[in-house]
């Protein structure tokens, strides 16, 4: 099944340092989006890219999409304790149902 | 608040007990999810409705796991004879066909412990 994969699985960064998770997947996709989780709570959309563009930005994060490699990466800029959550790629899977992988557990110490 | 809503929050059961949980989507999302997330994992796939149709379950839903949608509004989830291995917590999601970017939307999640 298609599920995003994410890499590193642990990230530990100082507040003020950027934060870059990655993303594979396997197969084609129309988009693929990003999601946070919080501990104990459920999951936040974040942002999604489209397959036609390589570059999209939201506020600090910023969110490249390379379909040749079938790859995605997510960085947060200027990073801040509350940014402390996991992230999750997902690329949809046939009728735009959305599975999800280990995800990158992001820790940033204040 | 319209945001996606799971009750209970919390539940803890003893080993081969009944429990249900409920979800109420986003009043005007005709798609419903449900997850399951053990800690430190990503949120498993467990089944997805469309209105009240149940269009997928996944291979992980045994039969003592059973899913509702009746009126295609709220939804239900039932775990039969619990064992120590269902607990996790259970996510809801939702989301309306047809926009543009597939967004879900979820709840808080009900946690379930089995002594």
């Known amino acids: 099944s298609q599920q995003g994969e994410e890499d590193p699985q642990a990230l530990s960064i100082q507040e003020g340092e950027n934060a870059t998770m990655n993303c594979s997947y396997k197969?084609?996709?129309?988009?693929l989006q990003w999601y946070r989780q919080n501990s104990g709570r459920g999951l936040v959309h974040l942002i999604l890219i489209r397959s036609n563009e390589r570059e999209k930005h939201s506020g600090r994060l910023r969110v490249t999409l390379d379909t040749s490699k079938k790859s995605s990466s997510l960085l947060i800029t200027a990073s801040r304790a509350a940014d402390t959550a996991s992230y999750f790629c997902a690329p949809p899977q046939a009728g735009n149902m959305l599975t999800f992988g280990g995800g990158t557990r992001l820790m940033v110490k204040p | 608040d319209t945001g996606v809503s799971q009750n209970p929050r919390h539940k803890i059961t003893k080993r081969g007990q009944n429990v249900t949980f409920r979800c109420d989507p986003i009043s005007e999302h005709n798609r419903l999810y449900w997850y399951r997330q053990t800690l430190g994992q990503g949120p498993e796939f467990l089944t997805y409705?469309?209105?009240?149709?149940?269009?997928?379950k996944s291979r992980l839903l045994s039969d003592r796991f059973s899913a509702e949608r009746p009126k295609g509004s709220f939804s239900t989830l039932e775990i039969q004879r619990t064992e120590q291995g269902d607990s996790a917590m259970y996510l809801c999601a939702s989301s309306l066909v047809g926009t543009s970017s597939g967004e879900l939307f979820f709840g808080e999640g009900s946690r379930l412990t089995v002594l």
């Open positions: 409705f469309q209105n009240e149709a149940q269009l997928e």
């Open positions: 197969t084609s996709i129309n988009n």
